[in-house]
Structure formats: structure tokens, C-alpha cells
């Protein structure tokens, strides 16, 4: 793709890298075969194809909308399209960066900029996400459907103290999970301390930066990214092994430091280390073996049958589409077919708290999707898809990782 970005634009990081992106996009359209959104709404600005033509019009100087705007927030930011481009386009960066921008041009009206700021405040800080959720959880029951449905019931985990094993991990607790899932981070202690690691939490380390980043307060997410890594950098520096995330989208995120950090002279070299530690929890038992963990052999097989939701982190951006089922039949569970595995759920992040009408419609087909093999149990690998799904599902949704702690 011909480009011609305006010099005032053309000049900054950010304007050259969104250069370089465009340039690599041929217009073939394979995009919009996998484009959650395009299927669902059938426009061609509301396609990863689409949006590259809106971002590289407007940083060529030609005017944007509000409908600009309104098309590029409707992105998922699944990075399906990234997986089925056969010329590499780094859309997910891209979009990041035509949303950045945009704001200076299309600013945002000041109840959308309070909003944002509020989720942004909220989310990522247990001191006051912890207290609205057990107020939630504590009036659930008088509460309209519509509302009750996505406070999830008072969940607790009993504590796990694992071995005092010579083999470290680092654990990112991440900000809302332990108080919406606390089993996930117990239960991943137990199933490595079967495998002869201890994992750890540092205590200073917080949000991924994700929430932020994505909500383009790029400076807010990049703080965040340099108080983990100086929370976590004593621990790698005495020996820690790996960084195991258990919510795959704080995964994709921390796999990426090193580009994020790129430019940043005190943390690009850190950023690599921490981007090269960093895995997710399947990986880890992969690596270290799922023969450890299979049931003996005089175990009665397991008749649940489980459906598995492969989030768009894990599949699209981590590109690790199978080793979650995979994994899940090694250990002798009974997996449904899933139609459409690759298509997102519609939790995306943040994207179901301002885009709700094509989050639920993505949510309802993909409950229709996960059920329709009439499984017991679903299971994800991220937080944000485990509590968007189990607001409209009747059948539990859980971490994968209860399944497996549950069997040894």
C-alpha cells in the first residue's frame, strides 16, 4: 500500500511505525473472512481492511468523524486478522496507534473521556474494584437480571501453601482476577507444586498495562509496565524461571513488553528479558510435562464433556490455537466441537463495557457455539472471557486449570 502520511505525523515514532505497518498491507481481503465484526455487521469500515483505509486516510490529513472514531472503537481487537495475513500486518499495533492519534483530531465528548478515565481507575486497582464488587455481590440478589447477571457470585479459594521447592516462577496476579476468580492463581500453586515448582507473587507487581494501553492512555500503561518489571527484576535477577501468567489477555500483553519499551532507554533491555520469560500457564505444564499429571491408571475416566473457549489472546495473538484442547485431552478429558473456535466471545478487555450491543450479539452466538455439543463445563483461559461468558451462560464456566487440580 502507497502511503503519504502528512510530515507533522510522518516525523514522530509513532507516525513511522503506523508507515511502515500500512505499507505492508497488499489489500487482499483475507481479513475480513475471520473479522468478528465484518461478519456480524457486514460493513467494510467495520473490517481490519476497512479500518487500515480509515487510519491511513486520516494520517494522510484527510478529515475524520466521529464515525472514524465510532469504526475503529468497534474493533475487537482480536488480532484474527493478524493470524490469517499472509503479509504479516501488525494490525493490533496499528489500530493502537490510529486510536491514539485520533483523539487529537476527533476529541472525545466529556462524559466519554470521564467514563474511560473511570474504568481505567476502577479496574485497575484492587483498593477500589474489591470493595464495588462485594457491594455488587451483596445486593445481587435484588438486582435486575440485566445488571445481576454480570456480577459474578462470591467466589473463595482456600489457601495453598506449595513446597518449598528449589524451582521458582513468578505469578502475575493481575488486578481484577483474585476477586472475581481466586481458585485460578490457587489452583495453578497446586497443579506446579505436583510438577516440583513453587510459584510467587511479587508483591509490588499490578496491572499488565493492558486496560490502559488499550484505552489509549499509553502513558499510563506503560508506567504500569515498568512498576512490574522493577517488582518482578530481584526475583528474575536470584533465579526465577518463568513469568506464568494464568489470564491469557495479561499474557499477550506482557509477551509484548519488548516492543513497548523499545524506546525506552532505563527498561528496553529489561523489557526483553521479562517478554522472553513470560509464558502462559498451558505452555509451562507442556513444558514440564503432562504424563506428570495424568490421572493413575486405575482411575475411573472422566464422562464429563467439556467445551473449551480458546480466547483471542491465546489463539490470535499468542498464536497458540491447540495447545488448550490438546493439552485437556492428554490429561483424559472429553472434549465437544465447537463451531467457529476462532471467533471472539466478545469480552475483548474493556470492549462489553462500551460497546454492548455487538458484544452481546458476539456473546450470544458464542454461548450458542460452546453449548451446542451439550457440555457439562466450559472452559477459558482469561478472566474477562470466564465472567462475560457466565453471564448468560447456565452451564458453569471456569479456569481450565480447576479441571486439572480437581483430578490430582
Known sequence: MQTNLIPAIQQTPQGQEADTILRTCVHCGFCTAVCPTYQLLGNELDSPRGRIYLIKSFLEGNPATEETQQHLDLCLTCRACEAACPSGVKYGHLIDIGRYLLQDTVPRSRFDRFKRWSVRQVLTNPTLFNPLLRLGQTLRPILPASIKNHIPPKARAEPYQPNPHPRIMLVLNGCVQPALAPKTNADAMKVLNKLGIRLVSAPQAGCCGAVDYHLSAHEQGLARMRQNIDAWWNYIEQGAEAIVITASGCGNMVKEYAYYLKDDPNYASKAEKISALCRDLTEIIYQEGVDKLKPAPDAPPSTELVAVHVPC????????????????????????????????????????????????????????????????VIVTANIGCQTHLQSKSDIPVKHWIELVADRI
Not at 325 to 335: H, I, R, S, V
Open 313 to 376: 489472546s491465546l489463539q490470535h495473538a499468542q498464536r497458540q490455537p491447540f495447545i488448550l484442547p490438546n493439552m485437556l485431552k492428554k490429561l483424559g478429558f472429553k472434549l465437544t466441537v465447537v463451531p467457529d473456535g476462532h471467533l471472539c466471545c466478545g469480552s475483548a478487555g474493556t470492549y462489553s463495557l462500551f460497546n454492548k450491543t455487538v458484544s452481546n450479539q458476539l456473546l450470544d452466538n458464542k454461548i450458542t457455539a460452546l453449548k451446542s455439543g451439550q457440555p457439562s
